[in-house]
């Protein structure tokens, strides 16, 4: 077990050693780190909290086929550890060692892409990151490389040019060139579990999943940390200090994504970025679902795992799991088992997990081919913006029309995903039409009793949930389902 | 020099791109630096009964925990109306206001002292809400009024009445830097404050006051601030106090830089309005007289409230000629923190009020809204006076309204919306086209005023000083571009310094978009100043050359990075090889330039006046398609015409008016500012305020400035620019509004307010399903 951890920054192999005498603790952010260091003051909070991305740095790592994979992230949501056997890429390190600015840096430049630049450390490294993994972006995919970027100044539209003409060009950078010496750098750190400990905190970033298992049986309490979007706000926001944290998010065995004829398990801990190319096509509906989830930063961390242990009301990967009739996979040393998801959560935040389990996987059934599935989300903004109210929805009919199955999974409406079930069964063997709908509809405004928060009042919930399924049926009679494909 | 512009990228970009550029977080300090906390009111109204500050006294590390008897000065931050105490004493009047202070090593230990503070305290009954502060009399100041012509007789005479109320909401600056202030002790009581402040000379002269030193001891320097629109003019000068009296109790360095909650928790908004309107109409939709009442949340403290009011009344006719308008306002006092200046300033509050008036009569009249605006559009020759006596000059309403009805296939889109809503049952689209006359100058009018020192090297190189401030609109770069072209040199010569108190002194705030207009006056000014020294001497150098035809120093010229008679071309010595020569003949080369506006004049008593140097002009054309059941829109196609005069550097303007344009849009759609019951605020992270993103702009967006004359009378032709556009997003409102509106086929008037979240839109639908079944019923 090692004590310390290596990443590199600067083209360096750099040594970061916790302790009751290090000003550093493992539950450090990134962000905090570089700001400590007097040399890398360009990185910039906005928020502390995963919305702006002015704290945005990109982490590459050993990807597939010996190549570099990079990806953006907010440095204020990442704990020191994660950094283990990773490359930290920060604005300062764009320039070419001739001292040139980056494509991406010089883009911006000429574009006009900055006012009060506060932003601009930020937008220049998840343009990097776009840079990097899509030559000659669309709209969209430029679109959604800033999502996780706020800029109050320029109204985007010169980021979005500095975009296009910065990819067209290809990705060939220094950082290919270097990318062999940085693979054996990162190679040369060995693959070792961590434990670390200082003044408040026990931090353990096992390597191998039977050793996680073990820690959480030796260690009910500590809290499991997979992507850390969640969880980190706990430190950066409530300033509460994590006693004991068990990091999963060196576990290869969780990143696993594997299918057969029948299902395709995730791994819980694989980074939900990771797993969209994986179910674009077998499963659009939470394709589409985790298309609004977060921003590129959030996605990069972010797992299933995390949404489910945290199990928010309001997760929205949750409803479209429920409605696909995804089972979990929960582990411990004694074995595992697996929980239709409707089952795990038993309340507000409160699931059947036991203290000594940790969720390893979640498998989906391959779908039949009449099973229609969709999923929806609403919130106040498009963009990175967790949902008022989302839903999750399967459908199969007979010949005749009429409702073979359905489920209507809701997010927001109630105190853990709910599904609508008085409503499925007034549906259930009826015809699927307008009329049908209708009544049903009305039927959902009495089944829940959702809260008035920050977000939207109850009424404006029950308004939602019933159109939801207005605009199910209107999807299944090839109608557009968002203004997207009205659009087009 | 030609009259060409100029789109030279921003004096700074290539250090934001590289993470150069350094914010007041960034400064670096020596290892002596304490971080300072505030620590804030949990309660909207509460009475202090008793605190024990031992404790956290005693925590290792901990330097100094201060309360308001620890203020060695005045406890006292208002700047206008003495009526805000710099930390609270008896009582606190609102969630989020200051009432200890402390000094630590670590943010940790802060955390912890103020964990150990023990505060008894007593709540009292809290107003957070405009109905209440009415129904209480709770009256901040007087009642305005802005009046013309006699309204109750011409709405008698009116064929059609309308009436009605609507709701605008606050709004958080969102600067992406929050406050921050990095004091550092000097000999004796000299302190030096390092502020992402808008106004450094208030900052100065607040801190003098808070610490009871005199202001020569105080300086106050600003590099850049990441982002202030408007938020920084006053609400900086709390950070920096505050941070003052740590340094000063301390005697070691202290920076506080709020956390984005807490900055959101304690600083002020952009007022929300609760306005009340009457207008009488001809039955082509030529308002006839109309009356608004427009009242204002200011919040637990005057701040800037008073010029605000009077801005919104002043924008309350935005482009329209009233014959008899009648406007009234008021500010109401609720336990809510002091409201502030944010771009527009009121400006967008007023402008809302009138454009929903207008929108009303055409859809009662069934009439195309873009039309009866232009209808109502003050005209060049008559019916060109304000409402408070200001004739409306070089007014380029017309001619825009033409310009943009034609770039933008308004009519045929027109018919192709009405069409697409004809077809489609779940979505519909909307279109409206809103206008901008937005006038220019602080409305206290001393204020217009600027200063400038210009120093020149004997290498030749330009440093500029001036009173305005940096925080992304542009204006070191445009300041240096106006001092390379005065000087007839490339930019390369030329530096803007960072403003600081000691340089400049007795400057107003960068606000009301007056940056450019009057520090680079006070720039030219400065450099006629140099000029003419420089012209004298180098005229003798010429002179005693050229004995038999002397040089006149009149007709030397600065250009192409030279010095040159005008009259013997052949006469000319390199700008760089001139300055030696000045020293050796001991001139001076540093200059101080100073500006004020000329010819405005404002009776805030009597509502009359000039209180605007000009106007500048605006006029958006928005599309929007609406989800009518999830109530989310998407902006398909902007376009906007603006008026800038002849730009000093077009890509800097472009990019205020889609700057300003989408922080509009962000107030006019999913931002939205919500308190508890108890006066806490709810939307406190951006977890659940929400800014426009990258999604949110028009996917299709089109700008363009309007070629025209320069613009008489200011720096190089150019017209201000960073607030105006600000009120072109209600285009997107109200097309939003036209959305909702043809769910009942613009039969019936939708509810609406502002912002146009997905909620007022929902509702708002559900409102007009319910009435229409019930006619149709009937
Ligand atoms: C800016 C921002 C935007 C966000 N947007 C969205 C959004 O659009 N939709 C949404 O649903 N969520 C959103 N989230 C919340 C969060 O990203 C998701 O819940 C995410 O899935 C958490 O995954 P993680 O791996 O990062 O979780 P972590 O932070 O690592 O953990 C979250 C919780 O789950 C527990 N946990 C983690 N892994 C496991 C495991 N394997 N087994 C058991 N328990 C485990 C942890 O102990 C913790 O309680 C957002 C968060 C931020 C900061
Ligand atoms: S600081 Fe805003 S996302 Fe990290
Ligand atoms: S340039 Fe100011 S926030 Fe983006």
Redesign the pocket.
């Given at each position: 077990m090692a004590s310390t951890i290596s990443f590199l920054l600067d083209g360096r192999t750099t040594t970061v050693e916790f302790g009751h005498s290090s000003i550093y603790s493992p539950t450090t952010t990134v962000l905090n780190y570089l700001r400590s260091l007097p040399e890398h003051k360009g990185v910039k909070e906005g928020c502390g909290?995963?919305?702006c991305g002015a704290c945005t740095v990109v982490l590459a790592e050993a990807g597939p086929a010996g190549r570099l994979l990079y990806r953006s992230v907010d440095s204020c949501?990442v704990f020191l550890p994660m950094l283990h056997r990773k490359q930290l890429i920060t604005v300062e390190n764009l320039r070419h060692p001739n001292g040139d600015l980056h494509p991406v840096q010089r883009a911006l430049v000429d574009l006009h892409g900055s006012q009060c630049g506060f932003c601009t450390p930020g937008i220049v490294m998840s343009l990097f990151a776009l840079y990097k993994n899509h030559p000659r972006p669309d709209r969209t995919t430029i679109e959604d490389a800033f999502a996780g970027n706020l800029c109050r100044c320029t109204g985007y539209q010169p980021i979005i040019a500095a975009a296009q003409r910065a990819c067209a060009e290809g990705n060939a950078d220094q950082f290919n060139k270097g990318e062999e010496a940085t693979l054996a750098l990162l190679n040369s750190i060995p693959r070792d579990s961590l434990r670390l400990e200082s003044a408040e905190t026990m931090y353990y970033r096992p390597a191998a999943l039977s050793e996680a298992l073990a820690l959480k049986a030796n260690h009910p309490a500590g809290?499991?940390?997979?992507?850390?979007?969640?969880?980190?706000?706990r430190v950066t926001k409530n300033h509460d200090v994590l006693p004991e944290v068990i990091d999963?998010s060196a576990l290869d065995e969780?990143k696993l994504i594997a299918e057969d004829a029948f299902s395709i398990s995730i791994g819980?801990?694989a980074p939900l970025n990771d797993v969209m190319p994986r179910i674009h096509d077998v499963f659009p509906s939470l394709h589409r679902m985790l298309s609004?989830?977060?921003?590129q930063q959030?996605r990069n961390?972010?797992?299933?795992?995390?949404?489910?242990?945290?199990a928010?009301p309001?997760?929205?990967?949750l409803p479209v799991l429920v409605a696909l009739g995804t089972t979990v996979e929960l582990s411990s040393i004694t074995g595992s088992r697996r929980v239709p998801m409707q089952h795990y959560f038993t309340g507000y935040r409160t699931t059947v997990?036991r203290p000594d389990e940790?969720?390893?996987a979640v498998i989906l059934p391959k779908p039949a081919s009449n099973l229609i599935t969709r999923s929806y989300k609403i919130s106040k903004r498009r963009e990175?913006?967790?949902?008022t109210v989302s839903g999750g929805f399967s459908l199969r009919l007979n010949e005749r029309r009429e409702v073979e199955s359905i489920v209507l999974a809701f997010g927001g409406m109630a105190d853990r995903v709910k599904r609508a079930e008085t409503v499925e069964n007034f549906l259930a063997g009826r015809k699927w039409n307008r009329e049908t709908v209708d009544e049903a509809s009305s039927l959902i405004e009495r089944e829940c009793n959702p809260i008035s928060d920050a977000r939207a009042s109850a009424e404006m919930r029950r308004i939602a949930a019933r159109n939801l399924l207005l605009k199910f049926w209107c999807e299944t009679e090839g109608l557009e389902a968002d203004v997207e494909s009205v659009v087009q | 020099m030609s009259n060409q512009s100029y789109s030279e990228t921003n004096e700074s970009a290539d250090l934001h791109v590289t993470g150069e550029a350094v914010y007041v977080d960034d400064i670096p300090v020596g290892g002596q630096l304490l971080t300072g906390r505030v620590v804030i009111s949990p309660y909207a109204h509460a009475k202090i009964v008793s605190f024990d500050l031992r404790d956290a006294r005693r925590i290792p590390g901990v330097h100094a925990v201060l309360a308001h008897a620890d203020i060695p000065g005045d406890n006292q931050m208002g700047p206008v109306v003495k009526d805000e105490p710099c930390l609270a004493a008896d009582e606190v009047t609102f969630c989020g206001q200051a009432v200890f202070l402390i000094a630590a090593e670590t943010e940790q230990q802060c955390r912890e002292a103020e964990r150990l503070i023990q505060v008894a305290y007593e709540p009292l009954d809290a107003i957070l809400d405009i109905e209440t502060a009415m129904s209480n009399d709770s009256l901040m100041g007087s009642h305005r009024r802005i009046e013309r012509g006699d309204v109750e007789a011409a709405f008698a005479a009116s064929d059609h009445i309308i009436e009605g109320e609507l709701r605008t909401g606050a709004q958080e600056h969102w600067y992406l830097e929050t406050q921050a202030c990095l004091c550092v002790p000097g000999e004796r009581d000299e302190i030096t404050a390092y502020s992402s402040t808008q106004h450094p000379s208030e900052t100065q002269a607040l801190i003098a006051g808070v610490l009871g030193i005199r202001r020569n001891s105080v300086v106050v320097e600003v590099r850049r601030m990441g982002g202030g629109f408007g938020g920084k003019e006053t609400q900086a000068n709390h950070t920096a106090c505050w941070t003052a009296l740590l340094c000063r109790a301390t005697r070691r360095p202290v920076k506080i830089r709020l956390f984005r909650d807490d900055d959101m928790i304690m600083t002020g908004k952009r007022h929300r309005f609760l306005t009340r309107y009457k207008a009488g109409f001809t039955g082509n939709g030529i308002l006839e007289a109309v009356r608004i009442e427009l009242n204002a949340d200011g919040g637990a403290a005057t701040d800037l409230s008073f010029a605000i009011l009077e801005r919104a009344m002043l924008h309350a006719d935005n482009s329209y000629y009233i014959a008899n308008f009648s406007v009234t306002g008021a500010i109401w006092k609720t336990n809510l923190p002091p409201n502030t200046a944010m771009r527009g300033f009121g400006g967008p509050q007023g402008t809302a009020a009138i454009e929903t008036v207008v929108d009303r009569v055409a859809r009662f009249l069934r009439k195309d809204p873009a039309e009866i605006r232009s209808r109502n559009f003050y005209g060049t020759i008559s019916r060109n006076t304000t409402h408070y006596g200001q004739t409306v000059e070089n007014n380029r309403l017309p001619e825009m309204y033409n310009q943009l009805i034609r770039s933008s296939d308004y009519r045929e889109r027109r018919i192709a919306v009405d069409e697409f809503n004809a077809t489609h049952e779940f979505y519909k689209k909307g279109l409206a086209l809103t206008p901008v006359k937005f006038g220019i100058s602080f409305t206290t009018s001393f204020l217009n005023q600027a200063g400038a020192l210009v120093n020149i090297y004997t290498d030749g190189t330009i440093l500029v000083n001036h009173g305005g401030t940096e925080m992304g609109q542009g204006l070191h770069s445009k300041i240096r571009h106006i001092a390379a072209r005065e000087f007839g040199v490339s930019l390369k010569r030329v530096k803007v310094s960072a403003t600081n108190t000691s340089k400049v002194p007795n400057t107003s705030a960068t606000a009301a978009s007056t940056g450019s207009d009057l520090n680079g006056m006070a720039v030219r000014n400065a450099a006629a100043t140099l000029k003419s020294r420089i012209a004298e001497t180098i005229a003798e150098v010429f002179s005693e050359e050229n004995r038999s035809s002397p040089t006149f120093a009149s007709h030397i010229v600065f250009e192409d990075e030279s010095i040159i008679d005008g009259d013997h071309p052949e006469r000319r010595i390199a700008f760089a090889d001139a300055m030696p020569i000045m020293q050796h003949r001991q001139v001076s080369l540093s200059a101080t330039g100073y500006y004020r506006t000329p010819d405005i004049g404002w009776d805030r008593e009597k509502g009359r006046g000039k209180p605007f140097h000009y106007y500048a002009f605006g006029m958006a054309v928005s599309e929007v398609l609406l989800d009518l059941l999830t109530g989310r829109h998407k902006l398909l196609r902007t376009d906007i015409l603006h008026d800038t005069g002849t730009s000093i550097n077009p890509a800097i303007d472009i990019g205020q008016v889609e700057g300003g344009f989408i922080q509009g849009v962000g107030w006019c759609t999913t931002e939205e500012i919500k308190w508890d019951e108890n006066g806490r605020l709810m939307t406190h992270s951006p977890?659940t305020y929400k800014i426009p993103t990258v999604g949110d702009i028009p996917q299709d967006f089109r700008v363009s400035l309007l070629r025209t004359d320069p613009n008489p009378g200011t720096i190089h032709g150019s017209k201000a620019v960073g607030e105006p556009p600000f009120m072109l997003s209600l285009s997107v409102w109200l097309a939003i509004k036209d959305a909702v509106s043809a769910v009942a086929g613009h039969e019936l008037e939708p509810e609406f307010s502002l912002p146009a979240t997905y909620e007022v839109i929902l509702l708002s639908i559900e409102k007009l399903k319910a009435k229409t079944l019930k006619e149709a019923s009937l």
């Open positions: 909290q995963g919305d949501l809290i499991v940390v997979t992507g850390g979007t969640d969880i980190a706000l999963l969780m819980a801990g609004v989830f977060g921003s959030i961390m972010a797992t299933f795992g995390g949404n489910l242990g945290t928010s309001i997760g929205d990967a997990r940790i969720v390893t990175l913006d967790i949902s | 977890d």
